[in-house]
């Protein structure tokens, strides 16, 4: 099979993965809502992975697919912890608005 | 235009639609079947470069179970009738100008990197199931068991926290 | 041996303050003051000794400690020069100073303070001793500011009274200020000469050829300036009358015998400065002879006992620096002897005639105190006698012996010397109507309380008196011990012995006839025509400008001391406060940084976020475009 990446050429993924990592800290740094917080957070991290999978395309190596793996587990892992940490201050504040999180004001 | 290309285009757009959407629609139900769907497109970005392994690990990591629990924390605590204030016009200022700033910064670096000249193409395979096992059981093996550990402690941490602590009575 | 000799002799008075200091309070005022006096008789006996010794050899002993400053060319080692004229001064001062520490036992017993008091003294003689037998200036330096230092603790003794306070402090300031000249001196003959050891300055000084006097003189001017602050010559005399607040003892011992007459022994000890800068010597008769007539003047309408001993003694302490300034050292010297004996025996005296008043010192309320106190009485009346210049009598010898030297040099700075003696003889005889004659004039209780003083005050007082009248003979016209003594370090043959024609018999008749005459006129004033002094508030006139002492101290306060007020004034107003300002706003500013940059944890998670983004930015952007 032709390598695919001769007729899309990489700056091609390179700026998707760009602008959806962009995106990403848009979404983390505009909205106050902490579910949206983490999608954006997801969606970075999708970013990443695309750009690495593409790479390991380039390459011709296997090693990119293997940190991909990695990385999804750890996201996985780390959506988990997240919200349950959530959950347990949406029962102690009430809200989850991060504009409410403000105990370490010093 | 080849067909791949305009398939690569076509998923691109609808990638970046569906992420520009999940944050800016006003109900969190709707910004997360959003993220379903820019995450299904994205393993059809994998599929588009041959890892199928990834792609199908992705739909049921992601989309099977991380957007699940999403959804099924924002029903958990009744999001769905949001409407959130606005946030100061500074904090918008702030945030516009931060996203300019990483996507004008990224692009630059890589605008100013080697250009790519040749693609190399040795046609055996290096990404198949096959491939990504021997790789993951014998160069990778510990992280790979100390995946599972990290997934057992998680587990188990999530449990703790989410618990409903018992009132003294 | 000698070295063990000078050590016992400088030390134990410093042992003696440091027990008494220590622990006067827990051993009780008669064994503070044994103490205390003992110290000082162990370093009287220790000075016969020496004394003997010296006399028989006619050599100096030279002690040299230890090497203290070395700069290059310039080394100053500590060390001890016990030659004939330190012995001498020793011998009087650790005499004297034992009599005294006698007499203070009695006096100061009602203090509880006493034995505070006895180890000042042993701390002032220790300081006495160390200016007398340095073996250069430094080490004499050391002794003055001592002595100007033990001057303002005992002054100011009695340290709840404000007044007394501040006497003490204008006695140290004015001391220092002479003090600054002394360091001048010192300094300009440390550099001229890269040494200040006596013996080698002499040498250096003797014999060198290209010497520039220009700079000799300004060391001489300034050293007598010293001399000047220290034994109370104009300008800077106004310390010694208010230091009469300090108790009896300490006026008789310090400003009478001894401290006053370091300024003295300062400029004989360093004669052959002085001999080379003839016109800085005309400067030292000048003011001499000019404080002996003014503080003279002064005393003739002084009512407080003790002022009237005070101002004798500045006018007396002139007529010492008249002689120096004709070069006359050995006059000058046995002056100072015969001075110390019969001042400290007059103000011993009053102190004792205070003591029987219960601390009446105005002599306007005393009076017949003869049959009453008739040691006293006669005590102060033989030196008087002395002082007055009455013949046979110390005084008589040696003040006649300045007034022919002076005559022989300088005849305008005679008449001033003679003037001044018999205002001398006059306000002393006038002291001894005033207190002892006529009726008593205070309150009827003091009358009947009125009793001679106790033995260890009355001992002192007859031992001093005899050497007040006996005192003369070591130092005849025709044939002076005393001159022989010190010809060793005086090897000059400018001093002529008087042979004794008719020029010194006539002047030595004026002298003696001009002091009957002051004597007679006190005579007539205060017995025949029993006059009393008006009070204060009826004194009108000359009289007036007298008793208020010319108004000197007026003067100084508003040139001097109101400047220097309004100086303080302004550095405490504004100087001040800007420096504080400064430093405040030191801490101010870090305040202020931390109060701003507490603004950044303000505790939004958003904030916190916006930052991580941006210092994201800011490393990518360093690592790969910055390249």
Redo the contacts between chains.
Sequence with gaps: MNNILTQIGIENYIFLCVVLFCIG?FG??YR?NAIIVFMSIEIMLNAVNLLFVAFSTYHQDTQGQVFVFFSMAVAAAEVAVGLAILVSIFRNIGSIS??N?????? | MSTVLILFCVLSAITLLTAFLTIFSRNPIHSAIYLVICFFSIAGHYLLLNAQFLAIVHIIVYSGAIMILLLFTIMLMNLNQEDEVH?PRF?RL??IV?FC??CL??I??FI?SKPIVEYDYTGEDYQSIKVLGKALLNEYMVPFEFASVLLLVAMIGTVLLSKKEKLEK | MDTNLALVLLLTPFLGFLINIFFGKSLGKSVSGIIGTLSIVVSFIVTITLFLQINQTQKAISIDLFDWIQISKFNVSFGFLLDQLSILWLLFVTGIGSLIHLYSISYMHDDENMHKFFAYLNLFIFFMISLVVGSNLLVMFIGWEGVGLCSYLLIGFWHKNQDYNDAAKKAFIMNRIGDLGLLIGIFILGNLFSTLDFTSLETAIKGATNVDTFWLSIAALSLFIGACGKSAQIPLYTWLPDAMAGPTPVSALIHAATMVTAGIFMVTRLHFLFDLTPEIQTIIAVIGGITSLVAATIGLVQTDIKKVLAYSTVSQLGLMFLALGFGAYEVAVFHVITHAFFKACLFLGSGSVIHGLHGEQDMRKMGGLKKAMPITFWTMLIASLAISGVPLFSGFFSKDEILMTAFHHNIPLWVVGSVASIMTAFYMFRLMFLTFFKEFRGTEEQKHHLHESPSLITIPLIVLAILAAIGGLISLPTNSWLNGYLAPLFAHAEHEEHVLGTTEYILMAIAVVGGLIGIGIAYSKYISKNEIPDEDAEITGVTKVLYNKYYVDELYDSIFVSSINALSKFFRDYVETGIAALVFGFGKAANELSFQG?KL??????LY??AF??G??AI??YL??AQ
């Design positions: 800290i983390v740094l106050r991060i504009d999180l403000k105990n370490l004001k010093g | 946030k904090t702030g945030a931060s700033l990483v910064v990224l630059k670096i100013d | 507490k944890q303000n505790g939004s998670v958003g976020l916006f983004v941006l994201l930015c990518i952007s790969f475009l």
